[in-house]
């Protein structure tokens, strides 16, 4: 069972990596972002690439996230900053089709066939009996770092103090003649970083395939709807509960492990309108 929680809280680590992008993205510029998954994918299979030519697990790490900071860039630039203030449809239909593309340009380079990535540490821990990969050790830690340099940037640095501002405010924000814009197009920038990042961490835990954004996708948004949109804390324990949910109910019953996710999305979702409800029905009472 201590095993089943342990790569629960891998696969949490993963989902908080690709999560808090989509959250910041949503909490900032109000735009469901399915783009995201296409720059998680894509990044893998470029990271793939490098790796057969450098065999290096770092220098191929780095090489994918520099190849995808200009992508990232150019999507928010000439699409994403096109639909600010438009319809959640439009944004989700743009950024759809940019998914779509994206999974058909990686089975156009690199074929359907999935692709195996191994280990780079390849050594256990013996931990109360059980051996635990020191590489799965390496994501859940990296996770809880990045949860922290997370933490310390929007509460310290000009700029994250700015975002978190303009997630509250953006219209103040642009009264004290701050380009708003330029700080949204950095958050989307990081946030896509950290996509590749949680692709590439994850690439040797699981199979890389064409498809990979689609699935990480909809997890993600179960995450960000069970820990808030544009919350940084929430995302953080959202991604690991639910983590330990598909973890453990795989366990049991496999094939359900990812529909419990969404069912205690469904419950978060109605305890919420509840709450709702029975604030507007105590206001009119008052009233």
């Not at 929680?5 to 993963?14: E, H, K, Q, S, V």
């Not at 600010?84 to 690199?110: E, F, N, P, Q, S």
């Not at 195996?116 to 051996?131: E, Y």
Request: charged share 10%; hydrophobic share 60%.
């Amino acid at each position: 069972m201590l095993e089943t929680i342990f790569y629960g809280l891998t696969i949490g680590a993963i989902l908080y990596f690709f999560s808090i992008g989509l959250s910041l993205t949503f909490g900032t510029i109000h735009i469901i972002n399915f783009a995201h998954g296409m720059v998680y994918a894509l990044g893998v299979y470029i990271f793939i690439a490098a790796l057969k030519v450098v065999d290096s697990f770092i220098l191929s790490l780095i090489a994918a996230v520099l190849a995808l900071v200009p992508v990232a860039w150019l999507i928010e630039r000439f699409i994403i900053r096109r639909l600010y203030g438009a319809g959640l449809d439009y944004a989700m239909i743009a950024t759809y089709a940019l998914l779509l593309i994206g999974t058909d340009v990686i089975k156009m380079i690199w074929g359907g066939t999935p692709h195996p990535v191994s280990d780079p540490i390849g050594k256990t821990v013996s931990f109360l009996g059980m051996s635990i990969p020191v590489y799965r050790v390496v994501i859940v830690l990296s996770a809880v770092a990045l949860f922290g340099s997370l933490r310390y940037f929007f509460s310290r640095s000009m700029i994250g103090r700015i975002v978190v501002a303009a997630l509250e405010d953006p219209d103040g924000v642009r009264c004290l003649g701050l380009d708003v814009n330029r700080y949204f197009s950095i958050i989307f920038v990081l946030g896509s970083v950290l996509a590749v990042l949680g692709g590439v961490l994850y690439a040797p835990v699981a199979t890389a395939e064409p498809y990979m954004g689609f699935h990480i996708l909809l997890l993600a948004f179960a995450v960000v709807i069970v820990g808030g949109m544009g919350n940084l804390t929430g995302t953080f324990w959202a991604a690991f509960l639910l983590g330990l949910v598909i973890a453990v109910t795989g366990r049991y019953y496999a094939s359900g492990a990812e529909a419990m996710v969404f069912v205690v999305m469904a419950v978060v979702l109605v305890k919420d309108s509840l709450i709702s409800g029975f604030r507007q029905i105590l206001g009119r009472e008052r009233a």
